[in-house]
């Protein structure tokens, strides 16, 4: 493949993975590492499947285009394979190392409350690469004296169905700390929550408050199954009490679920 050819065809991959990116899509972007040719050669293949650029052969490409598939389904966003671990009868590129990488916007968090948890809570998802949207209708609660870290976009909500379904978006990608500090706020704040699907929903607070928000959107219409879905109590059981702790449960519980992780003790696995 000549350079001119590489050249048109990151041009076009680059153009491409900004576009999956404006537009909320993922993709698989597959990179030869070691070979005896085509080393850095590129194959970018999107979530309907469609593919641009090549690694040098087109059986390899096609072979690539299933497994970036199966890749993109997984929870991993970075896998390095041999050629000979997903297509038997490409014996010629059995030496060939790939790169996989997911192509996907960085995560984000919706929190809906200012408070103290709240607040730790948009710090920490920042430090753990998060884009954090922090929303309240309390404006002397979403300052930059509060929240001075630039990353952490600030709402001060005259309506909160509005703006947290503003924040929100398609949900791709997204997950939702519902963190207020009261019954009314929770529920708009929900109900703003189950019309935009978010790829994770908690509700913070202790059975009997979150029961009582849960079965009140059940009479309102909510849809079921997405009531089944939403974490109440929020967070992971680590026996939080300070609202770093709190925090951290929660931050906790959105790793796992997005990594498709259990969440118990690393000493519990078996060997």
């Not at 040719?37 to 052969?57: D, I, P, W």
């Not at 190392?97 to 929190?111: K, M, S, T």
């Not at 930059?144 to 503003?166: G, M, Q, S, T, Y």
């Not at 679920?257 to 000493?267: D, E, F, N, Y």
Request: overall charge negative; glycine content about 8%.
């Amino acid at each position: 493949m000549s350079s001119a050819n590489n050249r048109t065809q990151f041009t076009e991959i680059a153009e491409r993975i900004t576009r999956l990116l404006a537009e909320g899509l993922t993709g698989t972007l597959v990179t030869v590492m070691s070979a005896e040719t085509n080393v850095g050669a590129k194959l970018l293949v999107e979530e309907n499947g469609r593919s641009y650029g090549s690694l040098g052969a087109q059986d390899l490409d096609d072979a690539i285009a299933q497994r970036a598939r199966v890749f993109s389904e997984s929870k991993d966003d970075i896998a390095v394979l041999s050629g000979k671990a997903f297509a038997a009868e490409l014996t010629a590129f059995a030496g060939t190392q790939l790169l996989f990488e997911r192509i996907q916007r960085e995560p984000r968090l919706v929190i809906c409350g200012a408070g103290h948890v709240g607040a730790v809570l948009a710090n920490l998802a920042s430090l753990m690469g998060y884009q954090s949207t922090v929303i309240d209708d309390r404006p002397e609660f979403v300052t930059r004296e509060r929240l001075p870290n630039e990353r952490i976009d600030l709402v001060a909500a005259e309506d909160w169905f509005d703006a947290v379904l503003k924040a929100i978006g398609d949900g791709r990608g997204v997950s939702v700390a519902v963190v207020t500090r009261g019954h009314s706020e929770d529920e708009v704040c929900m109900r703003a929550v189950m019309a935009a699907r978010a790829d994770y929903v908690g509700l913070i607070g202790s059975k009997r408050r979150t029961r009582i928000v849960l079965e009140r959107l059940r009479e309102a219409g909510a849809d079921e199954e997405m009531l089944k879905q939403v974490r109440a109590p929020i967070g992971l059981d680590i026996g939080a009490v300070t609202p770093e702790e709190v925090a951290l449960a929660i931050m906790a519980e959105i790793v796992a679920v997005r990594r498709g992780a259990k969440g118990g003790p690393l000493s519990a696995r078996k060997v």
